[in-house]
């Protein structure tokens, strides 16, 4: 109860977004809010702008104009880094996995964990704390792996995209972005992240995800908003949506009315 309590109300938003790239304005008046604990769908077409506005989310991209809300409170981001220090992170398209390395080293990936040497130095890696770690935070998502020390590359293509979405779970404090989450996966894979989604929603966090995988998104959604040319054209509620009506917003169809 007392972790609900200090939930803040919203997320992650972006209201009233603008971003150009010289003669190009990719947003000129997006809003999206995230409120904790509820999956937020992104959709529109390609060109639309939901690459630049996940971007700006994330502090790759800085705003021209606008607010920025992370945990209720309104901020500015200058770097990826400062993104991830508010409690934000992504799950992006490609994983951004190491295939090489363990399931656990590519949790800790940057955030390893050390233990003192000789004299109080810093120096060896704790490959059990880590391990601890890996395996809670997996088992918190109902995530499971034939091993944490196999490597990702033998993993399955869910299974990889577990890793990840585990990964940025142990890592965020208020919000989890995903780029095409089941691009690329079959349909028990996608069903399978669909099911994170929900988990990781039901922990508190608040989840924005981009995807052109229209009827899972739908399904998996609370709410639902549509970019067309930059702007916001329909923020509602997934549950009275279908994917025609998705599909002719994105197309702008029907902007005049649902803007």
């Given at each position: 109860?007392?972790?609900?309590?200090?939930?803040?109300?919203?997320?992650?938003?972006?209201?009233?977004?603008?971003?150009?790239?010289?003669?190009?304005?990719?947003?000129?008046?997006?809003?999206?809010?995230?409120?904790?604990?509820k999956v937020?769908?992104?959709?529109?077409?390609?060109?639309?702008?939901?690459?630049?506005?996940?971007?700006?989310?994330?502090?790759?991209?800085?705003?021209?104009?606008?607010?920025?809300?992370?945990?209720?409170?309104?901020?500015?981001?200058?770097?990826?880094?400062?993104?991830?220090?508010?409690?934000?992170?992504?799950?992006?398209?490609?994983?951004?996995?190491?295939?090489?390395?363990?399931?656990?080293?590519?949790?800790?990936?940057?955030?390893?964990?050390?233990?003192?040497?000789?004299?109080?130095?810093?120096?060896?890696?704790?490959?059990?704390?880590?391990?601890?770690?890996?395996?809670?935070?997996?088992?918190?998502?109902?995530?499971?792996?034939?091993?944490?020390?196999?490597?990702?590359?033998?993993?399955?293509?869910?299974?990889?995209?577990?890793?990840?979405?585990?990964?940025?779970?142990?890592?965020?404090?208020?919000a989890v972005?995903?780029?095409?989450?089941t691009a690329?996966?079959?349909?028990?894979?996608?069903?399978?992240?669909?099911?994170?989604?929900?988990?990781?929603?039901?922990?508190?966090?608040?989840?924005?995800?981009?995807?052109?995988?229209?009827?899972?998104?739908?399904?998996?959604?609370?709410?639902?908003?549509?970019?067309?040319?930059?702007?916001?054209?329909?923020?509602?509620?997934?549950?009275?949506?279908?994917?025609?009506?998705?599909?002719?917003?994105?197309?702008?169809?029907?902007?005049?009315?649902?803007?």
């Amino acid at each position: 109860m007392s972790n609900e309590a200090t939930r803040p109300e919203i997320a992650i938003a972006g209201r009233h977004l603008a971003k150009r790239f010289g003669h190009v304005q990719a947003l000129s008046d997006a809003s999206i809010t995230v409120p904790s604990g509820k999956v937020v769908a992104l959709f529109g077409d390609n060109g639309a702008g939901k690459s630049t506005f996940l971007k700006l989310l994330l502090g790759i991209y800085q705003k021209d104009a606008g607010e920025l809300i992370i945990g209720d409170e309104q901020v500015e981001l200058h770097s990826v880094r400062d993104a991830q220090q508010l409690g934000v992170d992504c799950v992006y398209q490609d994983l951004a996995l190491a295939p090489d390395l363990s399931v656990v080293d590519n949790m800790f990936l940057g955030h390893e964990l050390t233990r003192p040497g000789a004299l109080g130095w810093a120096g060896f890696v704790d490959r059990k704390e880590m391990e601890e770690r890996a395996d809670a935070a997996l088992r918190n998502l109902s995530i499971k792996l034939p091993s944490l020390r196999v490597a990702v590359q033998d993993l399955s293509g869910g299974q990889r995209q577990a890793v990840a979405v585990a990964r940025a779970v142990m890592w965020s404090r208020t919000a989890v972005l995903m780029d095409e989450p089941t691009a690329a996966l079959g349909a028990r894979q996608s069903e399978i992240v669909c099911d994170l989604m929900r988990s990781v929603a039901e922990s508190g966090l608040g989840v924005l995800v981009v995807s052109h995988d229209l009827p899972r998104a739908l399904k998996v959604a609370d709410t639902v908003n549509i970019l067309w040319r930059g702007k916001t054209a329909l923020e509602a509620p997934a549950a009275g949506l279908t994917v025609p009506e998705v599909v002719s917003t994105m197309v702008g169809y029907q902007v005049g009315e649902a803007a």
